[in-house]
């Protein structure tokens, strides 16, 4: 055989091949993309809305990480900055390869009476992109969004200093920018552990507030005082007492003082006429006690009311939800108390429009076999509301929320009796708890839907349910729940929020992990005899490991040689092993595999770039409440096998 | 080195091409590492270059040695057992000429072998790749086909380095089994020997922190994986793992000491 051609073209492949080692493998920077085509994160959806309704200025920022395929938008430049210093960020995203931001010396920007940015609305001035490094920001100016401190970026120099000159701050350039913090980041562990203490100690003080209406002297005894309950309201005083002995009333009344009307328990049977509310609340501090309520109008969304906010953004949803038949109304009603009252109702049970601090406790509404035919348990309309210490049958939702920021729903419990919808809905709810609540046979028990933001969902218990608990929004507390034996446990389509603590036993999958961007932490759980542990539909590998610590899967493979709690070998939920071990004989054993091994080592390394899925690095060897987990096998062991 | 040394380092370097496209064992061998490849390649269902160069590092790192010393323990050791060396040395040959010439031809037919289905399972990556949205704006974050293209080269140089250090056992046995024994130690001290020798000095003290890189240098495979995780994933994870200088250094050396042991081996000039 001759060589030399063989030889030719072997080294000539070879160096020019070598020719790569030349080239920037980074290549071109790439160029802006329309900021609606980015991945958005940072600020809810309502502040961006409001935002653009009134004309303020949001210095935005979109960045190309090495690792992830995706271009970022963010809300706000100082979400950028706060973000990059998160623990974790680069190891999910790699390096950004180039960063832009807002470029504002074209703009003119100007701070309206109280600092928010705006740009006026003229032709010659436009807001465009300049690179982050090329770019000088301003910094501790007075400018500010509706999230806040803000930094504002120019890609000229004299822009800058004229807009310091005006509103006051320092110039200064990425890389100082960059070191900074400006305290938009996720909370901690600890500090959203503060937030649902002070959420239940808001709502110790509302209940507290409201519970001082049962004291009230009885003024008037209907029956002995007055003929009817309704000429018995009239005939009370303000903070009094009307008290309605044990017997049937036809009766639909309204309070429209700070009266509570109070009867024996379900001995006192007030039956409306199958129209309209049976008890409708109108003023302050009003109370309705120790009833029995039943003959509830079945209109879910009435179609002749029309009020004076039809301005609004959500006057269609304050129409479709807020004002059909209920057990209780309170409208308008601030600090108003319902406790102790059993409704049967075809629509809500109560509902609560525009009333600020009222205390929903221990109600019982039986709702509607089929979910489609009732209507909501509570139904919280634009108020901040406490609900507790109740029991809701079958109907559509448990609690449905809208506007209802800050609302406290707890220790309650759905039963769906496979009928019920959902057990707490949330929509346009930002920062409300959802705390000890237990849901069986709903379609989901909690969900929170409408990208709000700090929504804390910790201790509930859902099992027998399609879906266990599923928190949209971003920056969201999930911990402590319980999901036993649902077709999903968790789904996930949140961002930037914490999940810890939960324990998922016995579901089809446990896990649905379904954001497109993989900022969700993920650690401290407990899973066990899950069908399929995880599942993931969209977006990179995701990592589970938290500060060096994973969860706990009570399947992972591995051993914990070295007694530091973590197991020595890293756990592919997803993957074609991993995730038939424990249920398929034979797994175990090819998960110990050398060649498997020696080849997860390095699959681990950037995750970014990988198809879908998850690996927990860092895999725990014991449970983290393992109390609650042995608990929950037993409970799913003994209960149907699904 | 004169025109005739030259025709007759091609002569040898053909032959030995000949003799490799003839034995069926390497072309067994070559297509079980092309298997082994394809599938790695498959199963990971690599959506990029980088993840598919990780997924393929340590494969390469254990298969090529494996298939190098294959390739090559026998390449001059045959010819001294068949007698034809003693035919060989009648004729004007010089050491460095017979050697250099059965190097050329064993180490080109197993880059051949290591780089053809490096090259095709990066097919895969457009196949399998894609982001899968049109609704969200993407790119291709730093990973890149220049990359991969980096990692063949490399995995072709460790190839290179591997070959002659085959040829060196193959000058320096005198027998077939002294020959196998010397190829499945040197196997094992590649693959696992150095890198836990490095470990245990570091553990013991005797290779400071400071000389690691350097320590490191010293195993062919350590400086190969040194420089796959500069030069390729450097760029897309955040840290860099290895100064590669002292990489280039190491698998320098061990090509021109085995070269060196090869000629100095094969037979005596006297």
């Given at each position: 055989m001759n060589p030399k051609p063989v030889l030719a073209v072997i080294a000539a492949v070879l160096l020019v091949s070598s020719g790569s080692f030349a080239v920037d493998a980074g290549g071109d920077r790439p160029d802006p993309v329309a900021f609606e085509d980015t991945i958005t994160t940072g600020m809810t959806a309502a502040a961006t809305v409001q935002a653009g309704e009134?004309?303020?200025?949001?210095?935005?920022?979109?960045?190309?990480?090495?690792?992830?395929?995706?271009?970022?938008?963010?809300?706000?430049?100082?979400?950028?900055?706060?973000?990059?210093?998160?623990?974790?960020?680069?190891?999910q995203f790699g390096v950004p390869l180039t960063a832009y931001v807002s470029d504002y010396a074209t703009a003119e920007p100007t701070l309206d009476d109280r600092g928010l940015l705006g740009v006026p609305d003229s032709p010659s001035t436009y807001v465009g992109w300049v690179a982050a490094e090329e770019a000088y920001f301003v910094v501790g100016s007075e400018a500010r969004t509706p999230a806040g401190e803000t930094v504002v970026p120019f890609s000229e120099r004299g822009a800058a200093e004229s807009f310091v000159a005006s509103y006051g701050g320092e110039i200064r350039r990425w890389s100082a920018v960059r070191s900074m913090s400006f305290g938009t980041g996720p909370a901690t562990s600890a500090a959203f552990e503060r937030d649902v203490t002070a959420h239940h100690e808001w709502a110790d003080r509302r209940v507290a507030d409201a519970a001082a209406a049962l004291d009230r002297p009885v003024s008037v005894v209907v029956g002995d005082d007055a003929p009817t309950i309704a000429a018995a309201l009239e005939a009370a005083p303000p903070n009094t007492t009307v008290f309605v002995p044990p017997g049937r009333y036809d009766a639909n009344v309204t309070i429209d003082e700070p009266v509570t009307l109070r009867g024996a328990g379900n001995a006192t049977h007030l039956r409306g006429g199958g129209e309209g509310s049976v008890v409708t609340v109108t003023a302050d501090r009003g109370a309705v006690a120790d009833l029995r309520l039943s003959g509830v109008g079945a209109t879910h969304t009435p179609e002749d009311v029309t009020t004076d906010r039809t301005g609004e953004w959500d006057y269609r949803i304050q129409l479709g939800y807020g004002y059909g038949d209920a057990g209780v109304t309170l409208d308008s009603a601030n600090g108003s108390m319902v406790r102790n009252v059993s409704i049967d109702t075809p629509a809500n049970g109560v509902v609560a429009r525009w009333s600020d601090n009222a205390v929903v406790d221990g109600v019982r509404v039986n709702g509607t076999e089929e979910?489609?035919?009732?209507?909501?348990?509570?139904?919280?309309?634009?108020?901040?509301?406490?609900?507790?210490?109740?029991?809701?049958?079958?109907?559509?939702?448990?609690?449905?929320?809208?506007?209802?920021?800050?609302?406290?729903?707890?220790?309650?419990?759905?039963?769906?009796?496979?009928?019920?919808?959902?057990?707490?809905?949330?929509?346009?709810?930002?920062?409300?708890?959802?705390?000890?609540?237990?849901?069986?046979?709903?379609?989901?028990?909690?969900?929170?839907?409408?990208?709000?933001?700090?929504?804390?969902?910790?201790?509930?218990?859902?099992?027998?349910?399609?879906?266990?608990?599923?928190v949209g929004g971003r920056a969201s507390y999930v911990a402590r729940n319980t999901v036993v034996g649902n077709h999903y446990g968790l789904e996930a389509?949140?961002?930037?929020?914490?999940?810890?603590?939960?324990?998922?036993?016995?579901?089809?999958?446990?896990?649905?992990?379904?954001?497109?961007i993989p900022t969700n932490r993920v650690a401290a759980n407990d899973f066990a005899d899950n069908r399929r542990s995880v599942s993931a539909s969209l977006g990179p590998l995701r990592v589970w490991t938290v500060d060096g610590r994973g969860n706990y899967w009570a399947n992972a493979p591995g051993d914990d040689a070295d007694g530091d709690g973590v197991l020595d070998r890293s756990f592919r939920p997803t993957g074609p092993v991993d995730s038939r071990v424990g249920d398929v004989a034979g797994a175990s054993t090819l998960a110990e595999s050398p060649a498997l091994k020696a080849l997860r080592g390095l699959q681990g390394l950037v995750p970014g770039l990988r198809p879908t899925g998850v690996v927990d690095e860092a895999p725990l060897a014991q449970p983290v409440a393992p109390d609650r987990l042995a608990a929950a096998r037993g409970s799913n062991q003994t209960g149907e096998n699904r | 080195m004169n025109r005739q040394s030259i025709d007759q380092l091609f002569a040898v370097a053909g032959r030995e091409l000949t003799t490799v496209a003839r034995t069926r064992a390497f072309l067994a061998l070559a297509a079980g590492f092309g298997a082994i490849v394809g599938v790695l390649g498959w199963t990971g269902e690599a959506v990029g270059y980088v993840p598919l160069v990780l997924d393929l590092l340590t494969p390469v790192e254990v298969l090529v040695p494996?298939?190098?010393?294959?390739?090559?323990?026998?390449?001059?050791?045959?010819?001294?057992?068949?007698?034809?060396?003693?035919?060989?040395?009648?004729?004007?040959?010089?050491?460095?000429?017979?050697?250099?010439?059965?190097?050329?031809?064993?180490?080109?037919?197993?880059?051949?072998?290591?780089?053809?289905?490096?090259?095709?399972?990066?097919?895969?990556?457009?196949?399998?790749?894609?982001?899968?949205?049109?609704?969200?704006?993407?790119?291709?974050?730093?990973?890149?086909?220049?990359?991969?293209?980096?990692?063949?080269?490399?995995?072709?140089?460790?190839a290179l380095v591997l070959a002659a250090a085959a040829t060196a056992i193959s000058a320096a046995a005198t027998t077939t089994r002294t020959g196998l024994v010397?190829?499945?130690?040197?196997?094992?001290?590649?693959?696992?020997?150095?890198?836990?020798?490095?470990?245990?000095?570091?553990?013991?003290?005797?290779?400071?922190?400071?000389?690691?890189?350097?320590?490191?240098?010293?195993?062919?495979?350590?400086?190969?994986?040194?420089?796959?995780?500069?030069?390729?994933?450097?760029?897309?994870?955040?840290?860099?793992?290895?100064?590669?200088?002292?990489?280039?250094?190491?698998?320098?050396?061990w090509l021109a000491g085995s070269l060196a042991i090869a000629t100095l081996t094969v037979w005596s000039e006297s």
């Amino acid at each position: 055989m001759n060589p030399k051609p063989v030889l030719a073209v072997i080294a000539a492949v070879l160096l020019v091949s070598s020719g790569s080692f030349a080239v920037d493998a980074g290549g071109d920077r790439p160029d802006p993309v329309a900021f609606e085509d980015t991945i958005t994160t940072g600020m809810t959806a309502a502040a961006t809305v409001q935002a653009g309704e009134r004309g303020v200025e949001i210095p935005r920022a979109q960045v190309f990480y090495s690792q992830y395929r995706y271009v970022v938008g963010y809300n706000g430049v100082t979400a950028l900055v706060d973000e990059l210093g998160r623990e974790g960020h680069d190891r999910q995203f790699g390096v950004p390869l180039t960063a832009y931001v807002s470029d504002y010396a074209t703009a003119e920007p100007t701070l309206d009476d109280r600092g928010l940015l705006g740009v006026p609305d003229s032709p010659s001035t436009y807001v465009g992109w300049v690179a982050a490094e090329e770019a000088y920001f301003v910094v501790g100016s007075e400018a500010r969004t509706p999230a806040g401190e803000t930094v504002v970026p120019f890609s000229e120099r004299g822009a800058a200093e004229s807009f310091v000159a005006s509103y006051g701050g320092e110039i200064r350039r990425w890389s100082a920018v960059r070191s900074m913090s400006f305290g938009t980041g996720p909370a901690t562990s600890a500090a959203f552990e503060r937030d649902v203490t002070a959420h239940h100690e808001w709502a110790d003080r509302r209940v507290a507030d409201a519970a001082a209406a049962l004291d009230r002297p009885v003024s008037v005894v209907v029956g002995d005082d007055a003929p009817t309950i309704a000429a018995a309201l009239e005939a009370a005083p303000p903070n009094t007492t009307v008290f309605v002995p044990p017997g049937r009333y036809d009766a639909n009344v309204t309070i429209d003082e700070p009266v509570t009307l109070r009867g024996a328990g379900n001995a006192t049977h007030l039956r409306g006429g199958g129209e309209g509310s049976v008890v409708t609340v109108t003023a302050d501090r009003g109370a309705v006690a120790d009833l029995r309520l039943s003959g509830v109008g079945a209109t879910h969304t009435p179609e002749d009311v029309t009020t004076d906010r039809t301005g609004e953004w959500d006057y269609r949803i304050q129409l479709g939800y807020g004002y059909g038949d209920a057990g209780v109304t309170l409208d308008s009603a601030n600090g108003s108390m319902v406790r102790n009252v059993s409704i049967d109702t075809p629509a809500n049970g109560v509902v609560a429009r525009w009333s600020d601090n009222a205390v929903v406790d221990g109600v019982r509404v039986n709702g509607t076999e089929e979910w489609s035919e009732g209507f909501m348990g509570v139904m919280v309309m634009d108020s901040r509301l406490v609900v507790q210490n109740s029991t809701f049958v079958g109907g559509r939702d448990g609690v449905y929320t809208h506007l209802g920021d800050g609302t406290v729903v707890r220790n309650n419990r759905m039963v769906g009796e496979d009928g019920m919808r959902y057990g707490v809905h949330e929509m346009y709810t930002s920062d409300a708890l959802v705390a000890d609540n237990t849901v069986t046979g709903a379609s989901t028990g909690v969900i929170v839907m409408t990208r709000p933001t700090a929504n804390l969902v910790v201790g509930n218990v859902v099992r027998d349910s399609y879906s266990g608990i599923n928190v949209g929004g971003r920056a969201s507390y999930v911990a402590r729940n319980t999901v036993v034996g649902n077709h999903y446990g968790l789904e996930a389509p949140s961002t930037t929020s914490m999940y810890e603590q939960n324990t998922v036993v016995g579901n089809d999958i446990g896990f649905r992990a379904a954001s497109l961007i993989p900022t969700n932490r993920v650690a401290a759980n407990d899973f066990a005899d899950n069908r399929r542990s995880v599942s993931a539909s969209l977006g990179p590998l995701r990592v589970w490991t938290v500060d060096g610590r994973g969860n706990y899967w009570a399947n992972a493979p591995g051993d914990d040689a070295d007694g530091d709690g973590v197991l020595d070998r890293s756990f592919r939920p997803t993957g074609p092993v991993d995730s038939r071990v424990g249920d398929v004989a034979g797994a175990s054993t090819l998960a110990e595999s050398p060649a498997l091994k020696a080849l997860r080592g390095l699959q681990g390394l950037v995750p970014g770039l990988r198809p879908t899925g998850v690996v927990d690095e860092a895999p725990l060897a014991q449970p983290v409440a393992p109390d609650r987990l042995a608990a929950a096998r037993g409970s799913n062991q003994t209960g149907e096998n699904r | 080195m004169n025109r005739q040394s030259i025709d007759q380092l091609f002569a040898v370097a053909g032959r030995e091409l000949t003799t490799v496209a003839r034995t069926r064992a390497f072309l067994a061998l070559a297509a079980g590492f092309g298997a082994i490849v394809g599938v790695l390649g498959w199963t990971g269902e690599a959506v990029g270059y980088v993840p598919l160069v990780l997924d393929l590092l340590t494969p390469v790192e254990v298969l090529v040695p494996a298939l190098a010393l294959a390739v090559g323990y026998r390449a001059i050791l045959g010819d001294r057992e068949r007698g034809e060396l003693d035919v060989l040395r009648t004729y004007p040959v010089s050491r460095p000429t017979y050697v250099l010439g059965v190097y050329l031809g064993r180490a080109s037919a197993l880059v051949v072998a290591v780089a053809v289905p490096l090259v095709a399972v990066a097919a895969l990556v457009p196949l399998f790749g894609g982001v899968g949205t049109t609704v969200i704006a993407s790119h291709g974050a730093a990973d890149s086909p220049v990359l991969y293209l980096r990692f063949v080269v490399l995995s072709a140089a460790f190839a290179l380095v591997l070959a002659a250090a085959a040829t060196a056992i193959s000058a320096a046995a005198t027998t077939t089994r002294t020959g196998l024994v010397l190829a499945v130690a040197l196997g094992l001290a590649l693959v696992i020997g150095l890198d836990a020798g490095i470990v245990a000095g570091l553990a013991g003290g005797v290779v400071p922190d400071e000389a690691l890189g350097a320590a490191l240098s010293l195993s062919p495979n350590s400086a190969f994986r040194g420089l796959v995780l500069s030069t390729v994933v450097g760029g897309v994870e955040s840290s860099a793992p290895v100064s590669s200088a002292a990489g280039v250094v190491g698998l320098l050396a061990w090509l021109a000491g085995s070269l060196a042991i090869a000629t100095l081996t094969v037979w005596s000039e006297s």
